[in-house]
Structures are given as structure tokens and as C-alpha cells.
């Protein structure tokens, strides 16, 4: 393990198995880890359009299925997270963007990541610090600013 990296647990469940060659293990590490700032326990699961749809409106009222759900436990000492990203969502949103969908996933899974740890966009000022901080690690990653394709 690189030294200043966080220490991650990665479960890493595939429901949908459609995009399984796009999230190699290492990668989903690489892209986690990134946005870690403690060790962190996370699940990523990636599911169809229907359970994920399930998952929203149980979870947030919202009977659609969303890019990803964030399920925080715990932001420290460990970071304890579950992340659910919709693979039809995804391949939706990255053709929308002309995207690829693996960048579209790094993107998403750094997004839920910094959710795991209470960043938040429900205020403007939360929004634009989640935002910074998202366009630096896709950056850092050898992505393009995922904001600046607006």
C-alpha cells in the first residue's frame, strides 16, 4: 500500500453484472481511496433499474431509480458506508454526457465517497466545497472536471 493512502475494506457486488469488466477491482480501489480521508469499510453495489428505483423510494420518498444512493454508518474513526449505483442510470447519464461510463463511475463512486463522509450539496455553499473537491480528486485521477462539461 502506497504510505498516505487510507486503509480500505472494499466489498465490491455486482446485482447488475453489465459494466463488471468496466469496474476492475483495483480501479473501484484507486477511485475510492482517492476520495477517502480516513480508513473506510465501504460496499459498492451495483444494481438494475428496478432495485434501484426500490432503494430510492424507500430510502428518499423518490419512486425512480437514481445514479447513487449514499448509506453512511459512521464517518469516524472508520469510515462505514454502502454505496448502490444504478448501472442503467449510469450508462444513461454517460451517454447523455458523451462520457465514458467507467469515468462516469469513478466520478459517482468519488461522489458517494465524500457523501460517506457528511460532505453534502443540499446548500449552495455545501454544494460548491463538495463540488471543489470532487473536480480536484476526478483531476488528480486523470479525469476531466466532471462540473466543467456542464
Known amino acids: 500500500m502506497s504510505s498516505g493512502m487510507p486503509e480500505l475494506s472494499l466489498s465490491l457486488q455486482f ?8 469496474l476492475p477491482r483495483h480501479k473501484v480501489v484507486r477511485w475510492i481511496r482517492a476520495a477517502l480521508e480516513l480508513p473506510g469499510e465501504i ?4 444494481v438494475d433499474a428496478e432495485e434501484g428505483r426500490q432503494l430510492n423510494a424507500e430510502f428518499r420518498g423518490k419512486d425512480y431509480a ?6 453512511d454508518y459512521a464517518h469516524e474513526p472508520v469510515v462505514a458506508a454502502d454505496l448502490v449505483i444504478c ?6 447519464e454517460a451517454k447523455e454526457m458523451g462520457i465514458a461510463i467507467a469515468d462516469h463511475y469513478a466520478h ?29 480528486l ?9 462540473y466543467q462539461r456542464r
Open 43 to 46: 460496499t459498492v453495489r451495483i
Open 15 to 22: 446485482a447488475d453484472p453489465r459494466h463488471r469488466v468496466l
Open 138 to 146: 476526478m483531476r488528480a485521477l486523470g479525469f476531466a472536471d466532471p
Open 87 to 92: 448501472a442503467e442510470v449510469v450508462e444513461r
Open 66 to 71: 437514481t445514479n447513487v444512493l449514499t448509506f
Open 108 to 136: 459517482l463512486l468519488v461522489h458517494g465517497t465524500l457523501h460517506a463522509q457528511g460532505y453534502d450539496h443540499e446548500e449552495d455553499d455545501e454544494a460548491e466545497c463538495m463540488e471543489a473537491r470532487e473536480s480536484e
